[in-house]
């Protein structure tokens, strides 16, 4: 299979103490194996995700647009929105640099990938039974397959209203965290954002319960469009040893791997800043 390598520009914002917060440019370069079509989508959901990355900042939020598509075969993915307003204007400087260069060295921009602020996307039922990781730490990609987990819900009789549809609440713990979740029965897919399923309505609302981490439907689509499985060149891991690399990210530079993605910032502060830490999963 030919590699090939996609080379975007995106604006990445980082706090600096005793600095405002800047917007600064990257360079990001993926190296892209090949991308399989693994279903089509019998839906499409739009979730914002509200996300405290340092549990020491509390007030401090990262929003994110996210999407899930779930497929007519069971299979789902999740993961950053990518035409979302955030990206516009650093896309049209990419095609614009990108149509200056000589012809042999143009890149093939129809197949992009963009690199947001949230790198992790989550395939459910691919493999079937499994859930399939690939995430981004560092300059490294990562890559990791895991049985689907079991999520032993308590359905309440709790109801309220999501975007007009009637939802009725659950209550989990999960990986070191108590959620709650409001699903729509109406809506009889058990999927929800993440990796949250198993319950008897599409998942429209769920939360930790310290506001840590919240996914709320913003609007939903029928539409048939393929999931694509974006197979790049990763580090094969496991979910233990995900967590401890992303224990040991802050300030530590990159180790070797074969998958590597290629970022050069440009900024008025040379330091290496160490990153906060709140990771979704405290069990492990």
């Given at each position: 299979?030919?590699?090939f390598i996609?080379t975007?520009?995106?604006?990445l914002?980082i706090?600096?103490s ?6 600064i ?14 279903d ?13 990355k340092?549990?020491l900042?509390p ?8 999407i899930l598509?779930?497929?007519e ?19 049209e ?5 990108n149509?200056?260069?000589?012809p ?8 992009r990938?963009i690199v ?14 499994s859930?399939?990781i ?9 890559h990791?397959?895991?049985p ?6 308590q359905i309440?009789p ?8 009637s ?17 729509a ?17 599409l998942i ?7 506001q840590?981490y919240?996914?709320?439907?913003v ?5 048939r ?6 197979n ?5 891991t ?6 401890k ?15 590597r993605?290629?970022?050069i910032?440009n900024?008025p ?13 405290l069990d492990?």
């Open positions: 299979m030919n590699r996609i975007l520009s995106l604006i914002c706090a600096y005793g600095f405002a917060q800047q917007a440019f990257a360079e990001v370069s993926l190296p892209v194996k090949s991308i399989e079509t693994i089509n989508s019998v839906i499409e959901v739009f979730y914002q995700m509200s996300r405290v340092d549990s900042a007030d401090r939020i990262e929003l994110e647009d996210m598509q779930i497929g075969n069971r299979i789902s993915k999740f993961y950053v929105y990518p035409h979302t307003n955030r990206y516009d204007s650093s896309i400087n990419v095609l614009a640099n149509a200056k260069r000589p042999d060295r143009q890149i093939d921009m129809s197949r990938q947001p602020y949230y790198q992790e996307v989550i395939y459910k039922n691919w493999p079937e039974g859930v399939t690939t995430d981004i730490v560092s300059q490294d990609i990562y990791y397959t895991e689907t987990p079991e999520i032993q819900w309440l709790d109801i309220k209203t999501i975007l007009s549809y939802c009725q609440k659950a209550i989990t713990t999960f990986r070191g965290r108590d959620y709650e979740a409001w699903f029965p109406d809506i009889p897919i058990n999927e929800g954002p993440w990796k949250f399923y198993g319950l008897p309505g429209l609302k769920v939360s930790d319960t310290q840590h919240v996914f709320e439907c609007g939903l689509e029928q539409v469009m393929p999931v694509e499985y974006v790049l060149l990763c580090i094969e496991n979910r233990e040893e995900m967590a690399i992303k224990r040991r990210e802050a300030g530590q530079p990159p180790t070797a791997g074969t998958g993605v290629i970022l910032i900024s502060y040379n330091a290496i800043m160490a990153r906060p830490s709140n990771p979704i999963e492990i």
